[in-house]
């Protein structure tokens, strides 16, 4: 059964500062997404990575995915009190289908 | 053009009763898929389904919980006899086909009280 797994859950940070959100999973997969949901709304696509050393940025923030070590990292440059959200990383494995496993998300609270 | 529509936005139920959430698909999208929310948690897939068809059901319960996408109108997703540990938000994602990025819509919060 494939698990995906996110650390830390919760990350509180200062605006200016960088950090890192991990994302492991269990098995091979075929596609990782990362989703933003802020609270009360839906899940927002910010990336999706195919291969091994996929890296893609946006603004602030860069996503990329190591299949030899089964991990995605999403690195945040220098916060702003607009990131504060949920981020989820999502996989998708050939075998199983189309479905989506999610871990269980990272609660992102930028201070200013 | 307008993203995945699901209503009602939100939904309160006594036990016993029975829900129907809708969720129409992106223009040009054939494939919806079903997600739920537990508070606090991430997202768990339900059911996925093409135009007519049920492709893969195996995260639904498999008594009281339904789901249709039928040739014409919105998906269905129906859960009868509604009891407390349904309250959740119930996300509906699209995609053009398979293997392809999902866009969720805004979600339903189900509240049994």
């Known amino acids: 059964e494939l698990k995906v797994e996110q650390n830390p859950l919760f990350l509180s940070m200062q605006e200016g500062k960088n950090y890192t959100i991990y994302c492991n999973y269990s098995?091979?997969?075929?596609?990782l997404y990362w989703y933003r949901q802020d609270p009360g709304k839906s899940l927002e696509s910010l990336f999706v990575?195919?291969?091994?050393?996929a890296v893609k940025q946006e603004g602030r923030l860069m996503a990329s995915l190591d299949t030899k070590a089964r991990l995605s990292t999403l690195h945040i440059t220098a916060a702003v009190h607009d990131l504060s959200a949920t981020y989820f990383c999502a996989v998708v494995k050939e075998t199983s289908g189309s479905r989506l496993t999610f871990g269980e998300g990272t609660q992102l609270t930028v201070n200013p | 053009n307008a993203g995945v529509m699901q209503n009602p936005r939100h939904l309160v139920r006594r036990r016993g009763q029975e829900a129907r959430l809708r969720c129409s698909p992106m223009k040009g999208h054939s494939h919806v898929y079903w997600y739920r929310q537990l508070p606090e948690e991430g997202l768990k897939f339900m059911v996925y389904l093409q135009k007519e068809n049920i492709i893969d059901e195996s995260g639904m319960p498999k008594e009281r919980f339904s789901a249709e996408f039928p040739k014409e109108g919105p998906s269905i997703l129906r859960i009868q006899q509604v009891v407390r540990g349904d309250s959740a938000a119930y996300f509906c994602a699209s995609s053009p086909g398979h293997w392809e990025t999902q866009y969720f819509g805004p979600g339903t919060r189900l509240l049994v009280l």
């Open positions: 990575l195919l291969s091994n050393g």
């Open positions: 098995t091979t997969s075929d596609r």
